[in-house]
């Protein structure tokens, strides 16, 4: 993209992030961890698939895609809320005695949203975290293009798992920024339960959080948002078959299953399935599967909370300091809590 210039090299090149992966499975073939709770979650009763295996790269690539839909409104609503609390976000930080941040970025993506935020928080590192390792490593790439003097330390792991990090990154001032409502995918105890390890000096070691997540609202608009006119939504969730396949190495046959999105009331969440279409058989090494016609796997939970059960899951945790930001029609809110 530069013209090439009769400079020395390293004078003005960009520093290139460090990037370790924590992720066996891409470091050295599929991860037996991987595979036995792949079986594991097919073997149930009620099958499942745990949601991180929706990111490989093609299936990160469909929920980048997602986020354009006219029916998902989560991600341009959080960044509308964006745009207008930056200045404030920042302030806040800086009134809870944040001086250096270390902005760890919690599925991090292609970064995006953390390339908005970094100008206005100043991080002194930059950590984006993310289990797609391959599809991470090219937007630390771009992210340091972008800024060529920030420390970026780009860490390929599954999260879910547990919150130690790397001695690489840095443990005074840290801010787990974890947007997009991907909190949702735990249950609220799981949640609780990693928002308290994200707490713990032991652990996360964290300061501040800042937190986006979607709030309850009319059945209709959640179930649209997760059942797209384009069928988007359906084929990312049918890709994580693709994915199970070369995990696994299993056999499921994408034709035959149907994607399903419902909101239950009682549980304030969006479900997301996997239908079979009919009889039919999974086979992968060392295990099989018989699913009858209108059998589900059930790949996802999307949570949804309000400003007051949020409110009171920060605290519960042991965050004190707790502000939000929202929108007008009040469909999604953004949250600073400090420790
Ligand atoms: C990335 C977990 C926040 O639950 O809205 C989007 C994933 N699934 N459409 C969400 C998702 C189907 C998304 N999160």
Not at 113 to 124: G, H, N, Q, V
Not at 137 to 160: C, H
Not at 224 to 253: E, I, P
């Amino acid at each position: 993209m530069n013209a090439p210039l009769k400079r020395p090299k390293l004078a003005l090149a960009p520093a290139s992030p460090q990037f370790i992966n924590c992720h066996p499975a891409t470091a050295q073939g599929p991860a037996p961890d991987a595979a036995r709770e792949l079986a594991e979650g097919l073997n149930a009763v009620a099958a499942s698939v745990p949601p991180k295996y929706f990111y490989d790269v093609l299936g990160s690539q469909l929920f980048e895609t997602i986020t354009e839909l006219d029916e998902y409104y989560p991600t341009r609503t959080e960044a509308g809320i964006f745009d207008t609390a930056y200045q404030s976000i920042a302030a806040t930080a800086a009134s809870a005695g944040i001086k250096q941040p270390c902005l760890i970025d919690l599925g991090a993506g292609n970064c995006a949203k953390a390339t908005r935020l970094i100008p206005y928080l100043k991080p002194k590192q930059y950590v984006p975290v993310d289990i797609s390792v391959d599809f991470l490593r090219d937007a630390a790439e771009q992210v340091q293009t972008t800024f060529p003097a920030l420390d970026i330390v780009g860490i390929g792991m599954d999260f879910s798992a547990g919150l130690a990090l790397p001695p690489q990154v840095q443990r005074r001032d840290r801010v787990f920024f974890y947007p997009g409502s991907s909190l949702g995918n735990f249950s609220p105890d799981q949640a609780l339960a990693f928002l308290q390890q994200m707490v713990d000096p032991a652990q996360g070691a964290a300061r501040g959080l800042l937190l986006g997540i979607d709030l309850v609202k009319d059945k209709a608009t959640l179930e649209a948002a997760y059942d797209d006119a384009l069928g988007v939504t359906a084929a990312f969730n049918k890709n994580l078959l693709r994915h199970v396949n070369t995990l696994l190495g299993s056999d499921f046959d994408v034709h035959q299953w149907r994607h399903l999105a419902l909101f239950n009331e009682t549980e304030s969440r969006i479900e997301m399935y996997l239908q079979a279409q009919r009889n039919l058989m999974v086979h992968w090494p060392g295990g099989e599967r018989a699913f009858r016609g209108g059998e589900r796997i059930h790949t996802e939970n999307s949570c949804k909370y309000t400003v007051a059960s949020m409110t009171a899951l920060l605290r519960r945790a042991g965050f004190t300091q707790i502000s939000y930001w929202t929108d007008p029609k009040e469909w999604f809110a953004v949250f600073w809590a400090s420790v």
